[in-house]
C-alpha cells in the first residue's frame, strides 16, 4: 500500500484526490497524534494556503478539522510556504498546516504539516496521522471546542523577519520578480523594495485560476524577456507557493538552483557563516557544483532527491547551506525549509558587493551538459541492478572519467529508471544516456 503522503505531503486533484473530506480527516488525525503526545494544555495550529481557488474550500476543511479536536487556529491567510513555517515558531503554534500544491497546474492542491517549531513532520508521525485518519473518538464540546481567528499582520510578520536575516542594502539593483500569481505576490516586492532594490513585479495579479499558468520558475521566458527590456540587473523567478527561487542575469541568461548554491555556498564561506565548511546537495545535482566546490574548498554532501532529505542532512550534521537544482534553497539559521524569498534577498545582498553582478558571480561553477532518459521497463529493481547494466555504467564511467558523470536512479511511483549522464558535451552526454537506455530497456 502507498503512502499517504508523499515526499512534499498530500497532494492530488482538489476535489476529486484531495477532497474536503479527506482535507478535515488528516487535519483532525495530525491534531489529535499531538494530544496523544501532550494534553496538558490547549494546542495551536497556523494555517496558511497559496491563492488557487480550491485553498479556500479546503482551509475551511483542515480549520474544522484542527478546531473539531479542541485545537485553536490562526488563519494566516495567503502566504508562501516558508512563511507559514516560519509563523509555527513565531506564533508559539504546535502545527503548521500549508494548503499549496506548490508548482503544479491550479486544479492540483495539497496540504503540508509542521512541526512545533515549523520543521517538517516525520515520517513515522507522517504514517500515524495515516493510520488514524478515519478512527472513532469523541470529540470535544461546549468551551473545549478549538477557537478561530485571523491574524491580521502576518505579511509584515514575515517580510520583517526576512529582512532581518538579510542585513545588506539592495539600493541600485534592479530586479524582476515573477511572482508566478501566486503566494509570493505581495510579500516578494515588498520585501525587496524595503531593502532597497528597485522592482518590477511580473505575474503579481492572482485572481485563484492563474497560479503557474505559464509562469513562474518552471516557465522562464516571461522573465528572460522583461530583464532585458527593463535593463533590471536581474531577474527572480518563484513558483506557486515561493518555497523556489531561480535566477536571470542581466543578459537574461537562466542562473539555476546549483549555480545559487555555489554563489552562497562561496559568499558564506568567506563570512564564516558556511558550518564545516560544508554544502548539502541532492545525488542529482550538477557535476560542475562539485568541481567548484573542490575548487574552492567546500564539502558537497549528497543525499537522495527530495528537500525533506536535504533537510535531514543538513539537521543531522548542523550544516547551514543546502538545496537542489530546482532552486529549493535551505537556510538553517534563518528558515526551517527552502525560502525564494531569503535565497533571493541573500543572492541580490552578494551582488550588492562592488563588482558583484549576476553574469560574474554566475561564473563560481561551471554548468556540465546534463542529459535525463527515462527508460520503461518491467521491474525496475531488477532493471538497475542488472549485472549488463552495471558493467554499461563501468564503462560509460570509464570514457567520461573526472570530466562527466553517470547516475541511475528508479522511479518512486512508476515502473521507470531514470538515466542521468553529464559529459563535457552535449552531443556526449546525449550518446552516453542513450547508450546505457537501450541496455536497461533489454533488461527483461
Known sequence: MSRLFGTDGVRGLANADLTPELALAVSAAAARVLYDRDDSRRRVAVVGRDPRASGEMLEAAVTAGLASEGMDVLRVGVLPTPAVAYLVGELGADIG???SASHNPMPDNGIKLFAAGGHKLPDLVEDEIAD????????PTGQHVGRVRDVPDAVQRYVDHLLIATP???DGIKVVVDCANGAASVPAPEAYSRAGAEVVALHAEPDGLNINDGVGSTHMDAVRAAVVEHGADLGIAHDGDADR?????AAGTVVDGDQILAILAVAMKETGELSDDTLVATVMSNLGLHLAMREHGI???TTAVGDRYVLEELRAGGFSLGGEQS?????????TTGDGLLTALRVMGRMAAPGGTLTSLGTTMHRLPQVLENVRVVDKSVAVSAPTVAQAVADAEAELGEQGRVLLRPSGTEQLVRVMVEAPSEEIADAT?????????AIR
Do not use: F, N, S, T
Open 97 to 99: 498546516v500549508m494548503i
Open 132 to 139: 488514524r485518519l478515519y478512527e472513532q473518538v469523541q470529540r
Open 168 to 170: 545588506q542594502r539592495l
Open 245 to 249: 527561487c531561480l535566477a536571470v542575469d
Open 299 to 301: 564539502k558537497l554532501r
Open 327 to 335: 532552486g529549493h534553497v535551505v537556510l538553517p539559521g534563518h528558515a
Open 433 to 441: 544516456a542513450r547508450r546505457i537506455a537501450e541496455v536497461v530497456a
